[in-house]
């Protein structure tokens, strides 16, 4: 399968949003990552809803939305409406996992669930072939630019291990310190999707950089 990059707009310019939508517009870039964060879950405070909205209607790339929010259950909706596509709900952030990917779906997103770096991938056993997509996180969630855990590369292949096991469908993504560095191991490992932040919006020329993940050498 081909791998996918999701630019994480929370690294972006927030003086010049549109110049940077429009610079993942005309890359190769398949999806646009958002980080919602609630100052709760995570020791950080983001952008809200409003902002995802405004992205929705510039992006021509469809918008996966990483909720580092408490009790996620209650903005499926609002995401939903909001522009989301694919909407991702931690593990650790759900009482009732099974009945919120039940929701995410009937409200007619794709459905993802992200693990902390302590979180094991073997929780996920009873729930994996109901998923499109596992995000494993490289870095504790709350920032951009931190260091990425190398820890993260056997998670990734466990969680690659349980999905051919179970025949499961999903993708498995990866958020947090990738760069053109550790891309193509992870490749390897099992990552289809791989998110990027700083790498991406700090570099001279982000298409550039969109495409070293991409096709690694
Ligand atoms: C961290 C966020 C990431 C973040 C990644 O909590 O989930 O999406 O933007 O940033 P980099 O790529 O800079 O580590
Ligand atoms: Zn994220």
């Known amino acids: 399968m081909q791998r996918l990059v999701a630019p994480s707009l929370l690294a972006a310019d ?30 950080n405070i983001s952008f809200g809803i409003p902002v995802v909205e405004a992205v929705h209607s510039i992006s021509e790339k469809p918008l996966d939305v990483h909720l ?39 409200s007619g997103m794709k459905a993802g669930v992200t693990l902390n770096p302590h979180t094991p991938v073997q929780l996920l056993e009873e729930i994996i072939t109901d998923l499109d997509l596992v995000l494993i996180m490289s870095v504790n969630p709350g920032f951009g630019g931190q260091k990425f855990i190398p820890g993260s590369f056997e998670k990734i292949r466990k969680l690659k291990e349980l999905i051919l096991k179970k025949n499961s469908k999903a993708l498995i993504e990866v958020d947090g310190g990738v760069d053109d560095t550790n891309a193509k191991a992870l490749a390897e ?14 570099s001279e020329n982000p298409a550039e950089a969109i495409r070293k993940i991409k096709y690694p050498v």
């Open 68 to 106: 580092m929010i408490v009790q996620p259950e209650r903005y499926i909706e609002t995401f939903k409406n909001a522009g989301a596509h694919l909407l991702n709900v931690h593990y650790e952030a759900c009482s009732h996992l099974h009945r919120t990917i039940e929701s995410i779906h009937n």
């Open 14 to 43: 927030f003086t010049n949003l549109k110049r940077d939508i429009e610079i993942i517009n005309n890359s190769e870039a398949d999806w646009l990552h958002m980080d919602i964060m609630d100052g709760v879950f995570v020791p």
């Open 189 to 202: 490992a099992g990552v289809d999707v791989f998110v990027a932040g700083s790498y991406v919006f700090k």
